[in-house]
Every structure is written in C-alpha cells, then in structure tokens.
C-alpha cells in the first residue's frame, strides 16, 4: 500500500513533549510540587472552623491558644 491508499501518514510524535516516565509505575514518577504551596484543608475538631493551613495540628489557632482539647464523642 502507498500513501495515496491509506491517507496522509502522521509524523512521530516529538520526543520532547512526550511523557518521558510514562513507562515506570505510578510510585516511582517523580512527583509534581503542591500547587498550594504544602497548605492543606482542615476542620477544627473543636469549633468545626473550616480553614487552610501549613501547620501539622488540626486545631484552629483561636482554640490552641485556649488550650482546649478535642470533642469526644
């Protein structure tokens, strides 16, 4: 078959726009920097405050500075 049979042929697709770790599991790709620079969404287990932060605690700063504890339910 010729070209004019099958259509116009597609060239290859450019090494530098292809996925170059597109062959290794997914836990072995290099990971992507946070787009919200490490903040993360959390609930104060004490007030319910739904707020952003970078801090590894969970209570809001209004209720740590209070020294309250978690609700047990």
């Given at each position: 078959?010729?070209?004019?049979?099958?259509?116009?042929?597609?060239?290859?697709?450019?090494?530098?726009?292809?996925?170059?770790?597109?062959?290794?599991?997914?836990?072995?790709?290099?990971?992507?920097?946070?787009?919200?620079?490490?903040?993360?969404?959390?609930?104060?287990?004490?007030?319910?405050?739904?707020?952003?932060?970078?801090?590894?605690?969970?209570l809001c700063i209004d209720c740590e500075k209070q020294?309250?504890?978690?609700?047990?339910?």
């Amino acid at each position: 078959m010729d070209e004019s049979q099958t259509g116009p042929r597609k060239p290859p697709p450019c090494a530098c726009v292809a996925d170059a770790f597109a062959d290794l599991p997914p836990e072995l790709r290099p990971q992507q920097a946070p787009r919200m620079g490490g903040l993360r969404r959390v609930n104060c287990p004490v007030c319910g405050l739904a707020y952003w932060t970078n801090r590894q605690t969970d209570l809001c700063i209004d209720c740590e500075k209070q020294g309250t504890q978690r609700r047990t339910a």
